[in-house]
């Protein structure tokens, strides 16, 4: 069965991949533009552009999702947040990882993710649901599958991959408006060659938006929520405890209130009900079946 580790250095590689396929491909679009338009003060800008937003993504796109989610940073002051503390604590203990940062969505939606761009600056993130409605071992089965994402680096893979798609689809929804609004005004002066070139590379962007974004929900894979299972029936030594967890959040009806595409794929569970999670089983799931997951996990024998 695989450890807590397997997957860390592919995903270390995978994130350099996406930072620097960004890189290229908005310099790219800064390139070809500023040949149409005669202007290398737009290559300039895409080259400006492309580092920040790398800078961006690295240092701060945990902040980012956490903002997205509506997630408040918990301390030790109640007796709910002190118990949460230690079952966290513990488990690091024994996973041999420090303890991440601990948050609450304020949201009756049963969920949770792991965020941050490594395990010492690593978050958890709980709704208020899921503390409320699970006990102590369908939680502790919970927060070892995310610090099992932690240790393999899903988290800075996915994080990452989520801010920069989200910086793809602005791109696209930019050269659509200029293509049609800069476009009209130049075919005034008798160039409509210009407009022709701008509104097929809108398409174009238009197009791998989309592609963008089902690249950003396959980057964490459905064998890696897997393995995060498996490795959080290891970590706790009592895989009951996830398995019941993932029944009681897959019967709630409930959507998180700030579900949010760009980062579904995040949580442990399907953020969506509904007609959203029919879309997202007709085309590209961001999840395993529960079912299986349920399955795999009661057939997982502990040595």
Not at 107 to 114: E, G, S, Y
Not at 234 to 254: D, F, M, N, V
Not at 266 to 295: S, V, W
């Amino acid at each position: 069965m695989a450890t807590l580790y397997t997957h860390k250095d592919r995903n270390l590689q995978l994130t350099w991949v996406y930072l620097v396929g960004f890189l290229v491909f908005v310099i790219f679009v800064g390139w070809f533009f500023s040949l149409v338009m005669e202007s290398s003060v737009i290559l300039y800008g895409a080259v400006f552009f492309a580092v920040a937003m790398n800078f961006v993504s690295y240092w701060w796109s945990d902040k980012i999702v956490l903002k997205i989610a509506g997630a408040q940073r918990i301390s030790r002051k109640t007796p709910n947040e002190k118990e949460i503390y230690r079952l966290v604590e513990n488990l690091c203990i024994t996973a041999g990882l420090p303890t991440p940062r601990i948050y609450l969505i304020p949201d009756v939606a049963p969920n949770a993710f792991a965020t941050g761009r490594d395990p010492e600056h690593a978050v958890i993130a709980l709704t208020t649901g899921i503390v409320e409605s699970l006990d102590k071992k369908e939680l502790e089965g919970v927060i070892a599958h995310e610090l099992s994402h932690i240790g393999n680096r899903d988290i800075l893979l996915s994080t990452v991959v989520t801010v920069l798609v989200g910086f793809v689809a602005l791109l696209a929804d930019l050269f659509i408006r200029w293509s049609w609004f800069g476009g009209r005004k130049r075919d005034g002066e008798g160039n409509s060659q210009l407009q022709l070139v701008l509104v097929v590379v809108a398409i174009i962007l238009a197009i791998l938006a989309p592609v963008a974004a089902t690249l950003m929900q396959m980057a964490i894979s459905r064998k890696r929520e897997f393995l995060a299972d498996a490795d959080a029936a290891l970590l706790t030594r009592y895989p009951e405890g996830l398995a019941s967890a993932l029944e009681k959040i897959s019967s709630h009806q409930g959507e998180l209130i700030k579900a949010n595409k760009a980062t579904a794929h995040m949580y442990i569970a399907n953020p969506f009900r509904g007609k959203h999670a029919k879309k997202a089983t007709r085309f590209f799931a961001t999840h395993p079946a529960t079912d299986e997951r349920i399955k795999r996990l009661r057939e997982t024998e502990i040595q």
